[in-house]
């Protein structure tokens, strides 16, 4: 395969569940990211995981927990959700973080999870 | 801080039309300008770029022009088909914050028969 593959596409849990969400890209690059895609609103970066550094967006709840164990795979575990979270889950990797004033993201097709 | 504002959409268009879908953006220095583009049920790909004012990015028949002195980067095509349909997203990124995508919200694009 190649590019950035995210699973399961579609997701549906209720509030107790824990789940996982996976991404893996076949770019060599060196950056992940996870996005949350909600309707009408700009895309929200949540994590980042580069070879430099871990990224996060402070306003993220702890109910979302990332897993990066090699610069290829990229987890986010979820736990006790709520219904606002129910959003299109996107993964993207590039080469890294400080790469020049085009640092180009490659995305995947995302994981839509609704939560009951 | 930096922000970027897309016209709300959706914007909806006859094939052959000539499509506008404007992009302002505030930042301080010199930031980077994107165009991404998501079709439906697919990830955001890449559609053109700019780094420099005045630097022209073209992909696909789409072009966007950095005009720093209006703060812009409007997307134009001459001639749409129904396969543009798709949301386009307008982005930037600066160096003092790391490369750091900062991203508008979308605007649907409708191309009809």
């Known amino acids: 395969e190649t590019g950035v593959t995210q699973t399961p596409r579609h997701l549906v849990m209720g509030m107790t569940n824990k789940k996982s969400l996976k991404c893996e890209q076949h770019?060599?690059?060196?950056?992940m990211y996870w996005y949350k895609q909600s309707a009408k609103k700009p895309l929200e970066l949540m994590f980042v995981y580069s070879l430099e550094e871990r990224v996060e967006n402070n306003s993220v709840p702890s109910r979302f927990s990332p897993e990066c164990p090699n610069s290829s795979h990229l987890f986010l575990h979820l736990h006790t959700l709520q219904p606002e979270d129910s959003a299109l889950y996107l993964c993207a990797s590039s080469q890294g973080l400080r790469v020049g004033g085009a640092n180009v993201l490659t995305f995947g097709a995302g994981s839509r999870l609704t939560v009951l | 801080g930096d922000s970027v504002t897309q016209m709300e959409g959706p914007v909806t268009l006859s094939e052959e039309a000539f499509l506008t879908i404007n992009c302002t953006y505030t930042?301080?220095?010199?930031?980077?300008l994107f165009w991404y583009v998501q079709y439906p049920g697919e990830g955001l790909q890449l559609l053109l770029k700019?780094?420099?004012a005045d630097d022209k990015g073209s992909n696909k028949g789409f072009e966007a022009t950095y005009r720093k002195e209006t703060t812009s980067f409007h997307l134009e095509k001459g001639s749409v088909q129904v396969s543009d349909s798709a949301v386009y997203f307008c982005a930037l990124s600066r160096r003092d914050s790391n490369y750091q995508l900062i991203w508008g919200a979308g605007t649907k694009l409708i191309i009809k028969p």
């Open positions: 770019l060599g690059h060196n950056a």
């Open positions: 700019a780094t420099k």
């Open positions: 930042a301080t220095g010199y930031p980077s």
